[in-house]
């Protein structure tokens, strides 16, 4: 089903699963480096990480060295590590048809530099973008009511990001040594943040916490070198240990 004009010379096998899903093994050339995905294809496995179904096991496969991903537009799942350690990645546009990202689905994509999620997600799982270095920026959907540990875990890039209102809980770890991250602009929609999940965001200068928030957890804003100003939530009942630990500049507490 896939034409000449999409693979050329570099498609080895293919072998279509069923009308959902297939599994594919490529090598690309310099020249070549995009994988156009068969319209049909509405899930995406990772074989390593295989799902069952009706006691037959569907999974999926592609190369770690292609650049550029076309997907289809009637995708609706992106299972667990479909993308990990795809080094060479970088950029993907995912269509809003999709309603579901797994885990790790992005992890270690060391070149990615952008990426565009779609509308309809509501929860962005753990470690999705774990140690993408090369990630500026990233506009979170609106319906977004969670994001999850480890999400962005050291994405020493990352410059932007837009937080929605819809959003409830930033989970443990979830921004951990994104060194290059200056502000976040955290909604009052927020009512839980986990430890450390700010730890090691070196150039954080200000933060407002929403004011619904009750604790300031372990480490969250640990080694925060950077940080002078923290506005505390009025609904503030504990501070647990270590929370501003190594923030030598902070001297303005609201």
Do not use: W
Not at 76 to 103: A, R
Not at 142 to 151: M, Q
């Amino acid at each position: 089903k896939f034409s000449s004009t999409k693979f050329g010379k570099i498609l080895k096998k293919l072998f279509l699963i069923n009308m959902d899903c297939f599994i594919i093994y490529n090598d690309f050339s310099r020249t070549e480096n995009t994988v156009v995905f068969e319209q049909t294809v509405t899930e995406l496995f990772n074989k390593d990480y295989a799902e069952k179904r009706d006691n037959k096991m569907i999974y999926k496969t592609i190369s770690s060295k292609f650049r550029n991903v076309i997907l289809p537009l009637n995708l609706q799942i992106i299972h667990s590590y479909v993308f990990n350690d795809c080094f060479e990645l970088m950029s993907i546009k995912i269509p809003d048809s999709v309603t579901n990202i797994g885990s790790n689905v992005f992890s270690n994509c060391t070149r990615l530099s952008n990426v565009k999620l779609p509308s309809k997600l509501t929860i962005l799982n753990n470690n999705l973008f774990c140690n993408c270095t090369s990630l500026t920026s990233v506009d979170i959907p609106d319906g977004v009511t969670c994001i999850d540990s480890n999400a962005f875990f050291n994405c020493t890039s990352l410059i932007n990001v837009k937080l929605k209102n819809k959003l409830e809980s930033i989970n443990m770890t979830s921004f951990f040594n994104c060194r290059s991250l200056k502000s976040i602009e955290i909604p009052e929609s927020v009512t839980s943040i986990g430890v450390g999940a700010f730890e090691n965001c070196i150039q954080l200068s200000s933060v407002k916490l929403p004011s619904k928030l009750e604790c300031l957890t372990y480490e969250i804003f640990r080694n925060c070198t950077s940080l002078t100003s923290l506005t505390l939530p009025i609904e503030l009942k504990n501070i647990d240990t270590n929370a501003a630990c190594g923030c030598g500049k902070l001297t303005e507490i609201t």
